[in-house]
Protein backbone atom coordinates (compact mmCIF):
# COMPACT_ATOMS: atom_id res chain seq x y z
CA UNK A 1 0.00 0.00 0.00
CA UNK A 2 1.26 3.47 -1.08
CA UNK A 3 0.93 6.34 1.23
CA UNK A 4 2.02 9.93 0.63
CA UNK A 5 2.21 12.15 3.65
CA UNK A 6 2.56 15.49 4.24
CA UNK A 7 4.26 17.53 6.84
CA UNK A 8 5.35 20.80 7.94
CA UNK A 9 2.26 23.12 7.65
CA UNK A 10 1.51 25.46 10.64
CA UNK A 11 0.57 29.10 11.46
CA UNK A 12 3.34 31.70 10.68
CA UNK A 13 3.10 35.38 9.88
CA UNK A 14 2.99 37.10 6.48
CA UNK A 15 6.57 37.71 5.28
CA UNK A 16 7.35 34.23 6.95
CA UNK A 17 8.76 31.07 5.59
CA UNK A 18 7.75 27.37 5.92
CA UNK A 19 9.08 23.92 4.27
CA UNK A 20 6.58 21.23 3.27
CA UNK A 21 7.58 17.36 3.18
CA UNK A 22 5.73 14.63 1.09
CA UNK A 23 7.07 11.65 1.86
CA UNK A 24 5.99 8.08 -0.14
CA UNK A 25 6.02 4.66 1.19
CA UNK A 26 5.28 1.34 -0.06
CA UNK A 27 5.54 -0.21 -3.17
CA UNK A 28 6.09 3.04 -5.26
CA UNK A 29 8.84 3.90 -7.34
CA UNK A 30 8.77 7.27 -6.06
CA UNK A 31 12.18 8.37 -9.07
CA UNK A 32 9.53 8.44 -11.97
CA UNK A 33 6.78 10.09 -10.28
CA UNK A 34 5.88 13.36 -11.36
CA UNK A 35 4.96 14.95 -7.85
CA UNK A 36 2.70 17.93 -7.43
CA UNK A 37 1.93 20.11 -4.47
CA UNK A 38 -1.96 21.51 -4.69
CA UNK A 39 -3.65 23.75 -2.33
CA UNK A 40 -7.22 24.27 -1.20
CA UNK A 41 -8.51 27.41 0.42
CA UNK A 42 -11.70 27.20 2.02
CA UNK A 43 -14.95 27.86 -0.69
CA UNK A 44 -11.70 27.45 -3.25
CA UNK A 45 -10.97 24.72 -5.85
CA UNK A 46 -7.88 22.76 -5.40
CA UNK A 47 -4.98 24.26 -7.63
CA UNK A 48 -1.58 23.31 -8.74
CA UNK A 49 0.86 25.30 -7.09
CA UNK A 50 4.16 23.29 -8.36
CA UNK A 51 5.17 20.31 -9.92
CA UNK A 52 8.29 18.29 -10.29
CA UNK A 53 8.83 15.50 -12.98
CA UNK A 54 11.40 12.85 -12.61
CA UNK A 55 14.27 14.50 -14.28
CA UNK A 56 13.55 17.71 -11.86
CA UNK A 57 12.08 19.61 -14.17
CA UNK A 58 10.23 21.70 -12.30
CA UNK A 59 6.55 24.20 -12.72
CA UNK A 60 4.65 27.06 -10.88
CA UNK A 61 1.42 28.62 -10.38
CA UNK A 62 1.96 32.12 -11.65
CA UNK A 63 0.87 33.51 -8.22
CA UNK A 64 4.12 31.44 -6.58
CA UNK A 65 6.48 32.17 -8.70
CA UNK A 66 9.67 33.52 -7.23
CA UNK A 67 8.48 32.59 -3.49
CA UNK A 68 8.09 28.90 -3.54
CA UNK A 69 10.48 26.10 -4.65
CA UNK A 70 10.09 22.92 -5.19
CA UNK A 71 12.66 20.05 -4.60
CA UNK A 72 13.35 16.50 -4.63
CA UNK A 73 15.06 13.92 -2.83
CA UNK A 74 14.95 10.52 -5.19
CA UNK A 75 17.23 9.00 -2.37
CA UNK A 76 14.44 9.73 0.52
CA UNK A 77 11.46 9.20 -1.84
CA UNK A 78 10.41 13.09 -0.77
CA UNK A 79 9.37 16.18 -2.27
CA UNK A 80 9.57 19.36 -0.53
CA UNK A 81 7.96 22.86 -1.17
CA UNK A 82 9.98 25.71 0.21
CA UNK A 83 7.14 28.40 0.73
CA UNK A 84 8.88 32.34 1.30
CA UNK A 85 7.58 35.66 2.01
CA UNK A 86 4.00 34.36 2.45
CA UNK A 87 1.06 36.16 2.80
CA UNK A 88 -2.77 35.55 3.75
CA UNK A 89 -3.56 34.21 0.01
CA UNK A 90 -1.43 31.35 0.60
CA UNK A 91 -3.47 30.13 3.87
CA UNK A 92 -5.18 26.59 2.21
CA UNK A 93 -4.78 23.00 2.79
CA UNK A 94 -1.82 22.00 1.16
CA UNK A 95 -1.62 18.70 -0.13
CA UNK A 96 1.28 16.32 -2.35
CA UNK A 97 -0.30 14.08 -5.54
CA UNK A 98 2.25 11.72 -7.29
CA UNK A 99 1.31 10.57 -10.52
CA UNK A 100 2.40 8.00 -12.97
CA UNK A 101 0.14 5.42 -14.37
CA UNK A 102 -1.39 5.71 -11.25
CA UNK A 103 -2.26 8.56 -8.82
CA UNK A 104 -1.59 9.15 -5.23
CA UNK A 105 -2.91 11.86 -2.65
CA UNK A 106 -1.34 12.55 0.89
CA UNK A 107 -4.00 13.77 3.63
CA UNK A 108 -2.94 17.17 3.58
CA UNK A 109 -1.37 19.61 5.94
CA UNK A 110 -2.66 23.17 6.74
CA UNK A 111 -0.86 26.31 6.23
CA UNK A 112 -2.19 29.36 7.61
CA UNK A 113 -0.47 32.84 7.24
CA UNK A 114 -1.71 35.53 9.70
CA UNK A 115 -1.42 39.38 8.40
Known amino acids: QVRLVESGGGLVQAGGSLRLSCAAS?????????VGWYRQAPGKQRELVAA???????NYADSVKGRFTISRDNAKSTVYLQMNSLNSEDTAVYYC????????WGQGTQVTVSS
Open 97 to 104: NAAWSVSY
Open 52 to 58: ITSGGST
Open 26 to 34: GSITFNIYI
